[in-house]
């Protein structure tokens, strides 16, 4: 008893403190940033946290949202994929953010997943991934296959003429998907089995030899020859090298990427890969007033004006831009009003065109395929028409073409057409 | 100077007509920047038809990506950029036209196709060169791209070509045409010409003729042409085989180098001194950014900074070798637990010093030019380069291992202290001081390896751990204490590597190399060359 009243009078000062500082932190709304900065994944994550860091700062220059100024909050979880969602925890249910800009890898926002579920949270999720996937808290805004990868083999063998295919993927969960669904959608456009060719390599692979001499003999066949990639992270750098050396270049069998873009070209001597592709739904390159404005902008605020930007980078702009514009639509950042907001929303993209939040939590992309040049910039060859809307289950895999994914009529991520059922939370 | 009088009649020969190909010129040049890709495959034709001077510089810098349209008034120039400006050159008249800021031009674009067609179109202003090499890529060029036009020109030349190669070269392209010829005689000696040719082309068209066509008809009507193409292609069939053996072997031995120069240094510090280093692969890590830094520091001598990079990685490698063994090793021989901690510990330490110094990322290592390309046997068989000067710097790194260890008074002192440290001190040797050496020398070797291993994959601080579990690995295989063992052992691992890759996938294959090293440890725990006498024992 003693002790409690001796400790009461500080009690009561600290209690006092305690509360002013939640009324200081109730004048900003807390914005999350879950990205990597050390570890593996830091060379890819890193410069995302840059990206949402300057968003916020351009925000709050505007008079930040609801009157309030924004704050981030950036925690590390260090490539670590369990880590991922003990920070993403800390982050919902200690710092209490409205919402939380983060991951790169598919696991890592599989680990998360579930803790914004339960807390319902609200993410946003930058990078092109496998599909197959649709959370009521979660916002792709980066490419679902059918933006990225199916558009990518379209205009191989449209416009290039390809014939034979070769999938050359790292061995887990984002190229194998990947790669069963195009070649589901090869044999239905009535590619045989003999002219594909599937190969998986581990992680940070290094001895491409026997592999480049296969995929050289495979596309001397007669038959124009392109090779898919899937090849993630560093293992890239020997591959192209041994693609050099064994004289293969981008005319004779071209090698179109859907991992390598610009931040990763940028520690790579790009001399010998020059005229090889890359998918994705911006590039640095591109002419347009907005790009050329924003990039500026992108310099000035890291103070280095040789500074990359690209497509997840680009894809955290769209999902900011359309966060701002749901909270100011709800009036609140409650997460469930928020959430109802988001759908059919649209924000224009630094290219050109329309990003427009769909039913299914993920966003309309513009398409486009470049080559690479000397500098390790891309040139555009082609891109699509207009924007693709991003279908979250493919139509091409014969376990998810029935389901739909619809937030707004459905409330259902995984409903199934044919059995006129919700199986809830499950997504495999 | 009897070239320079047939340019100068063909010049004053084409004089009145070059008005109107200037015309000609102009108007289909201003449509490029506008066109499609594919008409500006067409275009391109025309432009070669026209042939006026100054084509191929057109053609060439388009092929490079350096032709631009000046936004203002859509004229188009050949640029060289040079820090943020353009140094321009009319493509009409071929005068320099000033340098200027990049802004207001925009690039004509060019796709992988369109480098295609203008690679053919300038092969054939090259197919009359004096230059015997360009007459001969020339060749080689058209022959990836074969229509009615090259198919013509190549003919043309057949005719004047003096040198027997280019002959060859040619007289295969034009049997390859030959072949849907409408004349069976001339199909018939066209596969005749084509017989030893190991070119897939021919492969592909010689398989062509022996299919048969939806109705059951056979695509090649002739019965003596398609006896002379299935006899063709059995010999084909044999020699690619052949060949596909040899280079599975090649492929297997120059994995096995990486390995042994991987192991090689261990085999030093851990099959002669009996130390576990968990820290080699960084030793050899540091070996790798060693080659970086010497890069950095002669921008303009890449080929010749490798070379230097071989003794300042030895150096770097060894120093930080020896301090390891003065600093920690030395306090911790027998121990074999606590070493294996400490030299953890090192690595990690060492992967946090790079990682702080050098920033987190992979480094940009170049390979020098005569590091680059492949060398050809024939259409079969081609080692690249960079492998072929690993297998030999390889066997030169273990050549010089072998004579120091043999041949010198560190080398005796060495074999002597691993044999009987107490019977080595009696006879005056400074065991502590040899011990600080040998251990340097292991590590300076690991540098070297470093130094090869930056030319074959990613400088990160990563770098060492990716080899540390090979490098193990080749020295308990071979057998601890054996250089020989080593070789040897390396290379069978890369060659039992490369024999399985094909059949079971990279990722299996390397699964299976390791379940056969298991079980063969169980059956020779000593390895394939254990060392033998009293000392093995101790």
Redesign the interface.
Known sequence: MNVIQKCAGPLAVLAGLAMTTVASAADTIKVGILHSL?G?M??SETTLKDTVLMLIDEQNKKGGVLGKKLEAVVVDPASNWPLFAEKAAQLLEKDKVAVVFGCWTSVSRKSVLPVFEKDNGLLFYPVQYEGEESSKNVIYTGAAPNQQAIPAVDYLMK??GVKRWVLAGT?YVYPRTTNKILEAYLKAKGVKSEDIMI????F????W???V??IKKFG???KKTAVVSTING?AN??FY??L????IS???I?VVAFSVGEEELS???TK?LV?HLAAWNYFMSV?SPANDEWIKKWHAFTKNPKRTFNDPMEAHVIGFNLWVKAVQKAGTTDTEKVIAALPGLETPNLTGGTAKLLPNHHITKPVYIG?V??DGQF???WKTDKEVPGDAWSDFLPGSKDIEADWVTLKCGNYNTKTKTCSGTKYE | MRLLIAIAILITSIMPARAADDAAFTAVLSKLPEASYAEKSDLIKQLVEIHRAGTKELLNAFLEGRLYVRDSDKKIFIVESSDDAFKLTDAVTNQTAGTVSQDGFSKIGVNNQLRRVLRAALAQFDLASPDRDARLAAVKEMQRSMDADTTAALRDRLAKELDSAIKKEIANAVALADLSSDDAKVRLQAVTTLHGSLNPDVYNRLQGLLEKSPEGEYVEPDEAVRTAAAAAITRIDRWRQIYSAIETLLFGLSLGSVLVLAGIGLAITFGVMGVINMAHGELMMLGAYTTYVMQLLMPHYIGASIIVAIPAAFLVSGLMGVLIERGIVRFLYGRPLETLLATFGVSLILQQLVRDVFSPNNRPVETPQWMAGSLQFNEALSITYIRLYIIIFTLAVFAVLLLTLKHTRLGLEVRAVSQNRNMAKAMGIRTEWVDALTFGLGSGIAGVAGVALSQLTNVGPNLGQSYIVDSFMVVVFGGVGNLWGTQIGGASLGIINKLLEPYSGAVLAKIFVLIFLILFIQRRPRGLFPQKGRAAEG
């Not at chain 1, 190969?199 to 581990?202: F, H, I, Q, R, S």
């Not at chain 1, 940070?204 to 001895?207: E, F, I, K």
């Open positions: 050390s593996t830091a060379i416009d290039v061995d190969n998986y390599t581990p940070g692979h290094s001895d030899q026997s592999i001499a296969d001397s066949a007669g560093d750098v020997p090298k041994e050099a050396n064994q004289k981008a005319e004779d071209p520690g790579l001597d010998p005229g002419k080559e040049r000397a040139d555009v060859v």
